[in-house]
């Protein structure tokens, strides 16, 4: 997998160069074009990267002769003629970016550059229903692709992110104690074959984290966990730039550290497990038995969903304050240990809950406050992400994006016509 974008240390181009790899040349310049999103000369290519001139000449030619890359004005003159600038065209080609949820699924339609070209997302119990969340997955992609009828570039991927842990050997095999109905069910690898594309599937936190290490606006740190608050707890940790996934696939199931051994049964067969205590369905459940309580509040045990408990909590209603209050606080005990366990430079929080902002974050960081001491703990930051609702669907088309990237003669070159 390629590196990420980082913007303050854009690799060199030795580092490419040098690093060919089994791949060919021009597989190395097209990456190394891509990491140069300002541009980049043909004398710079072959001063930096120690070539001969007419060596880098002829692959620029070859590499001309497709469309990912083209000549972009010129540089700043260094004495004599200014030189052309060579560009990569992230427009060439699209990437399909689907994130399924629990019970969401979002499919986004990307460039080469990680911009988001169209979004869509609708209500689906994918946990329990596995031919719904298929069928939507297919409607909103062909969806994305009718909206750009006009303007269609080849599609290179659908990458796919799962609330599950994804096996490296086995990538839609997904565990029977997390996702019982989707044993044995092969819906993704159909719609990618009816689609025609080739199908790349990731935990959805880590399609997070990876979201936030390409486009974030921390990428620069290096070290981070990405942390997703949904139905379940997730996170992705970015360890010296890289993505860690864990022996099987498994790395960062946050959601099921026990915090309370006597606490409530989780659907992992353990007790008090964090998802008990931060998930979406445990939000609830306080929230109306505080409502029956007889608490004062806006809001009904009927009628409450996530959306009015944000939006209770957002104007103030004590009942909605209190249970984020309380969220936090069991969050900002998970959060400690894996502060003084992973040491990232920041954890960024994602999901639907961060909509809550301040009345969700403020007492995140008092209580992780209280519980780190050491200095390099304590100097986390602890930010919500800026990428938005749409960051773990970005990250599925990331996911695509990086692997393209390593072989892009192969990847980008050889790719599917709508
Ligand atoms: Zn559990």
Redesign the pocket.
């Known amino acids: 997998m390629t590196s990420p974008p980082f913007a303050s240390t854009p690799p060199s181009v030795a580092d490419f160069l040098q690093d060919v790899g089994g791949r060919g040349l021009d597989d190395a310049l097209i990456e190394m074009i891509w990491h140069h999103p300002q541009g980049i000369s043909r004398a710079q290519i072959a001063k930096e990267g120690s070539l001969a001139r007419s060596t880098v000449s002829d692959a620029v030619a070859r590499i001309l002769d497709t469309d990912l890359v083209e000549e972009a004005g010129d540089a700043p003159s260094q004495g004599g003629r200014r030189p052309t600038l060579l560009r990569f065209r992230d427009e060439a080609r699209w990437i399909l970016g689907a994130d399924l949820g629990a019970t969401h699924v979002a499919v986004a339609l990307t460039d080469l550059r990680g911009r988001i070209l169209d979004f869509h997302e609708g209500a689906c119990d994918v946990r329990n229903d596995p031919d719904a969340a298929c069928a939507m997955l297919l409607e909103f992609c062909e969806r994305a692709l009718a909206a750009r009828s006009g303007a269609r570039m080849p599609i290179i991927g659908l990458g796919v992110a799962m609330p599950s842990p994804v096996s490296p050997t086995h990538p839609t095999l997904f565990p029977s104690s997390i996702l019982p109905a989707w044993e044995g069910h092969m819906g993704l690898q159909a719609v990618a074959d009816t689609l025609g594309l080739p199908l790349f599937v990731e935990n959805d936190a880590n399609a997070g984290a990876l979201a936030e290490l390409w486009w974030g606006r921390l990428q620069d740190l290096g070290h981070l966990t990405f942390v997703k608050l949904g139905t379940g707890i997730g996170a992705g940790h970015i360890i010296a730039g890289e993505l860690y996934r864990g022996a099987a696939g498994a790395a960062g199931e946050l ?2 550290v026990s915090i309370d051994p006597d606490g409530p049964p ?5 007790r008090g ?1 964090a ?2 205590f931060i998930g979406t369905p445990a939000l609830l459940r306080r929230t109306r038995d505080r409502l029956q309580a007889g608490q004062d509040s806006a809001l009904t045990a009927e009628s409450v969903t996530l959306d009015r408990l944000i939006d209770a909590a957002l104007e103030a209603d004590p009942v909605a304050v209190a249970v984020l209050e309380e969220a936090a606080e069991h969050l900002g005990t998970v959060l400690a240990g894996l502060l003084n366990l992973m040491n990232p430079r920041a954890v960024i929080l994602g999901g639907t809950l961060t909509r809550a902002g301040s009345r969700l974050l403020d007492p995140v960081r008092r209580a992780v406050e209280t519980r780190t001491l050491i200095d390099s703990v304590t100097n986390a930051q602890i930010e919500l992400s800026d990428l938005g609702a749409e960051n773990v669907a970005l990250g599925a088309a990331t996911t695509v994006l990086s692997h393209a990237l390593t072989r892009p003669t192969h990847s980008l070159l050889q790719t599917v016509e709508f």
Do not use: D, M, Q
Not at 266 to 270: A, E, I, S, V, Y
């Open positions: 959601g099921h989780c659907l992992c067969g353990n497990c998802t008990t």
